[in-house]
Nanobody, 117 residues
Framework: QVQLVESGGGLVQPGGSLRLSCAAS????????MGWYRQAPGKQRELVAI???????NYADSVKGRFTISRDNAKNTVDLQMNSLKPEDTAVYYC???????????WGLGTQVTVSS
């Protein structure tokens, strides 16, 4: 019943831009913190950006100034605008929904982002 459906991944050149989108269903969207995580080969999954139900935003230091997270509670979507992409940004990007009170936690299937010449 709960679904997080991602779109927007692909291959881009260094310095390029990409916009990821995640559409959620089966949850009371406005009550969940929404986040983007990524995992590169041989590395642990890391938080990229999160926006809480109250609108508070945090970014990983490595993406500050380049990435922007946003949510639209009317559409049940969360986006990640990625600019000035670097090869180090290459990873599988995952959409996450988290409800702090009940500890409910949901994940999308992940979408590949590759930054290469």
């Amino acid at each position: 019943q709960v679904q997080l459906v991602e779109s927007g991944g692909g291959l881009v050149q260094p310095g390029g831009s990409l916009r990821l989108s995640c559409a959620a269903s089966g949850i009371t969207f406005s009550m969940y913190a929404m986040g983007w995580y990524r995992q590169a080969p041989g590395k642990q999954r890391e938080l990229v950006a999160i926006i809480t139900s109250g609108g508070n935003i945090n970014y990983a230091d490595s993406v500050k100034g380049r990435f922007t997270i946003s949510r639209d509670n009317a559409k049940n979507t969360v986006d990640l605008q990625m600019n000035s992409l670097k090869p180090e940004d290459t990873a599988v990007y995952y959409c996450n929904a988290y409800h702090g009170w009940t500890k409910r936690n949901y994940w999308g299937l992940g979408t590949q982002v590759t930054v290469s010449s």
